[in-house]
């Protein structure tokens, strides 16, 4: 059974950092890309980041560009979401998803954790 | 920043068909945009409902389905259920970066 979970949320204060852990079961986890999903209490989804399934390559959203680093480590089934700065708009829910391939394209949403809030407040 | 539109809200009754949209700014949606559609119940994670623009997923019931319509990408619910109330999303892709729709509030009454 495919298992995504999130860990790492909480509460931090303004300017701070904080590090998401998702770890991963049930597949063989180096085979797959690995996205980051945010989501506002309340408010819609908003895609985050993504990363190779090798690590090699990464890509994020303007508004966390400069501030957040996604990154893996396969020998230990995990990935991660490195936040730093902080800001009360950060403030969400944090999901990883699992990403398969089609005919070469990596484009295949399927399974998601069950997130991790963070908070951000003084 | 590319933005993708969705109804904010449909009603459909029970047993009705009712077609969900998403719009590109920037032109007319194609399979280029991989498709993805979700939903989303309160609590709960979102669930991968369509892949690709077409594409079922094994847990994904068969009364949804996604298609092409009219320059959009196109969540179809045949059939509806009341437990297909729920948050609808679609995600599309741009070339190396996502973007997710603002989502459609679907109540089934």
């Known amino acids: 059974e495919v298992q995504l979970v999130e860990s790492g949320g909480g509460l931090v204060e303004p300017g701070g950092s904080l590090r998401l852990s998702c770890a991963a079961s049930?597949?063989?986890?180096?085979?797959?890309?690995m996205h980051w999903v945010r989501q506002v209490p309340g408010k819609g989804l908003v895609w985050v980041s993504r990363?190779?399934?090798?690590?090699?390559?990464?890509i994020y959203a303007d508004s966390v560009k400069g501030r957040f680093t996604i990154s893996r480590d396969n020998a230990k089934n995990t990935l991660y979401l490195q936040m730093n700065s902080l800001t009360a708009e950060d403030t969400a829910v944090y999901y990883c998803?699992?990403?398969?391939?089609?005919?070469?394209?990596?484009?295949?949403?399927?399974?998601w954790g069950q997130g991790t809030l963070v908070t951000v407040s003084s | 920043q590319t933005v993708v539109t969705q109804e904010p809200s449909l009603t459909v009754s029970p047993g009705g068909t009712v077609t969900l949209t998403c719009a590109s700014s920037?032109?007319?949606?194609?399979?280029?945009?991989?498709s993805n559609w979700f939903q989303q119940k309160p609590g709960q994670a979102p669930r991968t409902l369509i892949y690709?623009?077409?594409n079922k997923h094994s847990w994904t019931p068969a009364r949804f389905s996604g298609s092409l319509l009219g320059g959009k990408a196109a969540l179809t619910l045949s059939g509806v259920r009341p437990e297909d109330e729920a948050d609808y999303y679609c995600?599309?892709?741009?070339?190396?970066?996502?973007?997710f729709g603002g989502g459609t509030k679907l109540t089934v009454l």
């Open positions: 995600l599309f892709y741009y070339g190396g970066t996502w973007v």
């Open positions: 998803a699992r990403v398969g391939e089609i005919s070469g394209d990596h484009v295949k949403y399927d399974y």
């Open positions: 690709s623009t077409t």
């Open positions: 920037a032109g007319a949606v194609t399979t280029d945009y991989y």
């Open positions: 990363i190779k399934s090798d690590g090699s390559n990464t």
């Open positions: 049930g597949f063989t986890f180096s085979d797959y890309w």
